[in-house]
């Protein structure tokens, strides 16, 4: 059985974070009533699209037209947002319209982040695909299907995702939340020394006294803690009592 971190995902992009403050409530909910757990949570607020995104695209046509982060976080706070139950029609709406225009790239990736934020990990991820059909070599696209597909997969990093994330690594071996999830599945597999070497790189990408650092570090310690308990179990393995 393999193992997590506690707090197994480092929130490595503090942009996403607010954005996905307006999500939160319906995330929550879609959570508490489909028993997925708190990992799954806390991945997904890291890419969740705030939902009055969905309505901004429906009537202006370009998400690309949304203010800034810090602007979109303070209409929420206001509370321009729709009401959770108006979500689904919208999100059905602008499916309908990807079937008319099916290399709209904003609109798929606006859809795949409105399923995310909704808990249709599986629709989310086959939205993402088109999306990264669309618009290859990026980064930050390719880490965050592989987010949603490890959701969709029951949390399970192995496998494509991982694939995605190494593709993304290779584009910007620097990328944040790819090295962090890269870390994560390596933890997870027990892959310890393979955890440390994605955490120290990504624990380089941040100021030395900052928050986010100071988690890569508790992270990079809980390896370095269970590498050493791995250890020492292989030198001195448990031995039954012997029945003469």
């Given at each position: 059985?393999?193992?997590?971190?506690?707090?197994a995902?480092?929130?490595?992009d503090?942009?996403?974070?607010r954005?996905?403050?307006?999500?939160?409530?319906?995330?929550?909910a879609?959570?508490?009533?489909?028993?997925?757990?708190?990992?799954?949570v806390t991945?997904?607020?890291?890419?969740?699209l705030?939902?009055?995104?969905?309505?901004?695209?429906?009537?202006?046509?370009?998400?690309?037209?949304?203010?800034?982060?810090?602007?979109?976080a303070?209409?929420?706070?206001?509370?321009?947002t729709?009401?959770a139950?108006?979500?689904?029609?919208?999100?059905?709406?602008?499916?309908?319209?990807?079937?008319?225009?099916?290399?709209?790239?904003?609109?798929?990736?606006?859809?795949?982040?409105?399923?995310?934020?909704t808990?249709?990990?599986?629709?989310?991820?086959?939205?993402y695909?088109k999306v990264?059909?669309?618009?290859?070599?990026n980064?930050?696209l390719?880490?965050?299907?592989?987010?949603?597909?490890?959701?969709?997969?029951?949390q399970?990093?192995?496998?494509?995702?991982?694939a995605?994330?190494?593709?993304?690594?290779?584009?910007?071996?620097?990328?944040?939340?790819?090295?962090?999830?890269?870390?994560?599945?390596?933890?997870?597999?027990?892959?310890?020394?393979?955890?440390?070497?994605y955490?120290?790189?990504l624990q380089?990408?941040?100021?030395?006294?900052?928050?986010?650092?100071?988690?890569v570090?508790a992270?990079?310690?809980?390896?370095?803690?269970?590498?050493?308990?791995?250890?020492?179990?292989?030198?001195?393995?448990?031995?039954?009592?012997?029945?003469?």
């Amino acid at each position: 059985m393999s193992r997590r971190p506690s707090g197994a995902f480092i929130d490595a992009d503090d942009r996403h974070h607010r954005l996905a403050a307006s999500a939160r409530e319906p995330v929550a909910a879609a959570a508490g009533a489909k028993g997925v757990s708190k990992w799954t949570v806390t991945l997904l607020l890291g890419v969740a699209l705030p939902l009055f995104a969905i309505s901004i695209y429906l009537n202006v046509g370009d998400p690309g037209a949304m203010a800034p982060a810090t602007s979109a976080a303070s209409d929420a706070k206001a509370g321009n947002t729709p009401p959770a139950q108006s979500v689904a029609p919208m999100v059905e709406q602008l499916a309908a319209r990807l079937k008319k225009n099916p290399n709209d790239a904003r609109g798929w990736h606006t859809l795949a982040r409105s399923y995310g934020a909704t808990g249709r990990f599986r629709e989310s991820a086959e939205a993402y695909a088109k999306v990264a059909a669309l618009v290859p070599n990026n980064p930050q696209l390719l880490a965050d299907y592989a987010y949603i597909l490890a959701i969709a997969n029951g949390q399970n990093l192995n496998g494509k995702p991982m694939a995605l994330l190494q593709a993304a690594l290779k584009l910007d071996p620097r990328h944040q939340r790819s090295l962090a999830l890269a870390g994560t599945a390596a933890f997870n597999d027990r892959e310890y020394a393979a955890a440390i070497v994605y955490w120290e790189r990504l624990q380089k990408t941040f100021p030395t006294e900052s928050e986010n650092a100071r988690k890569v570090a508790a992270r990079i310690a809980e390896a370095h803690a269970a590498a050493a308990a791995t250890a020492l179990a292989a030198n001195n393995p448990v031995r039954g009592n012997v029945v003469r």
